[in-house]
């Protein structure tokens, strides 16, 4: 890891974030709605859906990034939502400025290894994976705090009790995607229409994602590889498993992860199992 990444990496963990937050903070209103989430969580295929949904614009990688951009970057982004809110993203715990929101919450032991490939690939970490692990679960290495501490922010959050939090499940997402996207809606004080719903979904599948990703690569002038800075072929925009991390840990790495974030995961229903691992190529 290069001296610029450690001191970058260094800066986002060290008391220099919180002014830099609160810059970042800045032009919000109090009807605006956010999509929250901890990093590959599936923020990113929500905010394409929604945004076909919500506009009826096709979705692809800048045009989603402008209409419901990251927190930091809403400034000047359209009003999307009844009553002139705006729909933006933010990866934060839970602060008092967010009114109301939508959670997307994804089982940490399939965010872990996702998050792993995500920063290794940029050559954001210098730790192996067991490493990587262990400072996931204890501090944070991607200045968003631990999984847990991020979930119980926001389950704890005024917006709970107030009736001003939509809790979505990644895993049911996948699952029953019609289904959750009328919830969403639903939510957000909007109709739905499931003829229009059916046609976003398979406007944005897996391949469909995949191929928008590799024209914004080709806009930039770059492979996935080149993009990846490692050439290993890993991509931000991820097949999405549900429970694969069953194939990639070991028993006692699954067990520090229960210690650690086992109360989280059954406050939002995540079966607690140890499975027995066949152990193959390791992750770092």
């Given at each position: 890891?290069?001296?610029?990444?450690?001191?970058?990496?260094?800066?986002?963990?060290?008391?220099?974030?919180?002014?830099?937050?609160?810059v970042r903070h800045l032009g919000l209103k109090p009807e605006d709605v956010f999509v929250a989430s901890y990093p590959r969580s599936g923020s990113t295929w929500l905010r394409f859906l929604?945004?076909?949904?919500l506009t009826r614009n096709a979705a692809h990688f800048d045009s989603v990034n402008r209409t419901i951009p990251d927190i930091g970057r809403h400034r000047g982004c359209p009003a999307i939502l009844p009553g002139g809110a705006r729909l933006i993203k933010t990866h934060e715990a839970y602060r008092s400025d967010y009114g109301k929101a939508v959670?997307?919450?994804?089982?940490?032991?399939?965010?872990?290894?996702?998050?792993?490939?995500?920063?290794?690939a940029r050559q954001r970490i210098g730790e192996d994976f067991d490493?990587?692990?262990?400072?996931?679960?204890?501090s944070t290495v991607n200045g968003y705090g631990s999984w847990q501490d991020h979930v119980a922010s926001w389950l704890d959050s005024p917006l709970e009790s107030a009736g001003q939090l939509l809790l979505v499940k990644f895993e049911d997402l996948r699952a029953h995607t019609e289904d959750t996207l009328e919830q969403v809606l639903d939510f957000l004080?909007?109709?739905?229409?499931?003829?229009?719903?059916?046609?976003?979904?398979?406007?944005?599948?897996?391949?469909?994602?995949?191929?928008?990703?590799?024209?914004?690569?080709?806009?930039?002038g770059l492979s996935p590889q080149r993009a990846n800075g490692n050439g290993n072929g890993s991509r931000f925009v991820g097949s999405g498993p549900v429970g694969g991390w069953?194939?990639?840990?070991?028993?006692?790495?699954?067990?520090?992860?229960?210690?650690?974030?086992?109360?989280?995961?059954?406050?939002?229903?995540?079966?607690?199992?140890?499975?027995?691992?066949?152990?193959?190529?390791?992750?770092?």
């Open positions: 890891m290069s001296l610029m990444r450690q001191l970058r990496r260094k800066a986002s963990r060290s008391p220099l974030r919180t002014p830099l937050i609160w929604l945004l076909e949904l959670y997307i919450v994804r089982d940490v032991r399939d965010v872990l290894p996702s998050e792993f490939a995500y920063e290794n490493a990587f692990l262990t400072l996931f679960l204890t004080g909007l109709p739905a229409d499931r003829a229009r719903i059916r046609q976003v979904i398979a406007n944005n599948n897996v391949q469909r994602m995949r191929e928008k990703e590799n024209q914004m690569l080709d806009i930039d069953r194939h990639k840990f070991t028993d006692a790495q699954v067990h520090r992860i229960k210690q650690h974030a086992g109360f989280s995961l059954a406050r939002l229903g995540y079966p607690l199992e140890t499975c027995p691992v066949t152990v193959g190529e390791p992750l770092g």
